[in-house]
């Protein structure tokens, strides 16, 4: 990990200014290339508003009762930045969620139709950061999750690599983790 990854890491605030102090980091440190990236904070209360106002318009307009929560609607973010935008999303889907129905949301309805596009790495490792610990806040376990839902039953070839791959990404992103909170040296 650079210098410049490791310092932002000690000098966020909290997980939604992330993208107020990344823009902020790179404005004081590269300001070429945050002009020329285009990287610019969007206020986390305007970002709570966009998806709310999405949200009624697929109700409203699209006769989708669920809105963002609705199965069939994909949700893209072209300029992901540090995810404030997607986190704000998956927010507002985990409010619609019974509890119980979580894991299976997340796996089944959630994961598959939420994108998100950034070209920079470090905005991108801090939206994955900040993705993985909300919905591991939630409770989510997707290790788990997948097992459970084969209990009593021999996995097949393709089922036992499917899950090696979870376990991997898993162990990815705790390394991942633990790498971001290392102090400076």
Known sequence: MDSRTKQLIQTVPAPEDTGYSYENFLAAHDPVLRKMRGVFYTPLP?????VQAVDAL???EF???KGIAERNVNILD???GTGTFLLSVI???YHQCKPAAWDNC?????????HGWE??????????QKLTEFLLS?????????LKDRKGRTLSCGEIQHYQKIVTVLKETILLQERLTEPLS
């Open 78 to 80: 072209p300029s992901t």
């Open 106 to 114: 997340v796996t089944d309805d959630l994961l598959p139709r939420l």
């Open 91 to 93: 927010e507002r889907i």
């Open 138 to 146: 939630t409770g989510y376990c997707p290790a788990q999750k997948y």
């Open 58 to 60: 697929l109700r409203q």
């Open 119 to 128: 070209t920079m790495e470090t905005p991108c490792e801090i939206a994955r």
């Open 63 to 65: 006769s989708l009762p």
């Open 46 to 50: 305007a970002v709570r508003y966009i």
